[in-house]
């Protein structure tokens, strides 16, 4: 038979399970945004917009956030504690920079907190940035590419950008020259570089400074990078071999 001490803890045990008043377990935090995507309809280039996105906490247990990463050209800022209690609300402000943005565009904004069920959150930044000029892309990798050769990409240029040998166009450094040409298809002009004959070898990151008609961007600023390569060595001929 069991002795009198186990008799009593299961007697204490079974008296703890049926216990009404025994606190029920907590539930975790869990993270539930009003909206995950936001449209800011149309913004003009160069303008800075903002969204907020609201979030509440769900759950019965603290909830943390741990961290957001915004895209490129976007910050994203916690304007409330890090901290939210159960029932409580906290807010995330998305803020994007569309200088070098045109047509339809989409930012992302990850948001990292210890809700166990979902620790990551992807909120979404959307609209229209109305540009009067624009490059396309507005930045340039030409890769490696040997002295005295152009660049085998380009540049798209939109909107009321000056054409032809003398359009205003500047450059930064040492390394690149720059001119701007009527595309052969499609709509708007292509800014070529040439990597000059004298450029130093290596690693190099130019500005090209192309002049507009717009009144809000009469500058243009491609930054361009890449390697310069040595020339390629002559082939060697070779020897005629004779019998």
Request: glycine share 8%; aromatic share 4%; charged share 15%.
């Amino acid at each position: 038979m069991p002795g009198p001490g186990a008799v009593a803890l299961v007697t204490a045990l079974f008296a703890a399970a049926c216990n009404p008043t025994s606190p029920a377990p907590q539930r975790p935090p869990r993270i539930v945004f009003q909206e995950t995507a936001r449209d800011f309809g149309h913004a003009k280039q160069g303008t800075t917009v903002t969204q907020v996105y609201t979030f509440r906490n769900a759950g019965g247990l603290d909830l943390a956030i741990d961290n957001t990463r915004p895209s490129c050209q976007c910050t994203a800022v916690i304007t409330s504690p890090r901290v939210v209690p159960p029932g409580g609300e906290g807010t995330i402000q998305a803020t994007l920079d569309t200088s070098d943005d045109f047509g339809p565009t989409t930012r992302t904004i990850t948001v990292y907190s210890n809700d166990p069920a979902q620790p990551v959150t992807t909120l979404t930044l959307s609209g229209h940035v109305d540009a009067e000029v624009a490059a396309d892309p507005p930045q340039l990798y030409v890769g490696h590419v040997s002295r005295g050769q152009a660049a085998p990409n380009e540049v798209r240029l939109l909107g009321a950008v000056a054409t032809g040998a003398d359009a205003p166009i500047e450059t930064s450094g040492n390394v690149l020259t720059a001119s701007v040409h009527d595309a052969t298809s499609g709509t708007g002009e292509r800014l070529h570089v040439t990597i000059k004959s004298s450029a130093p070898l290596g690693r190099f990151a130019e500005k090209v400074s192309v002049r507009t008609g717009s009144r809000r961007r009469p500058v243009l600023a491609i930054s361009v990078t890449g390697i310069v390569d040595a020339e390629a060595p002559a082939a060697t001929p070779v020897a005629e071999h004779r019998q």
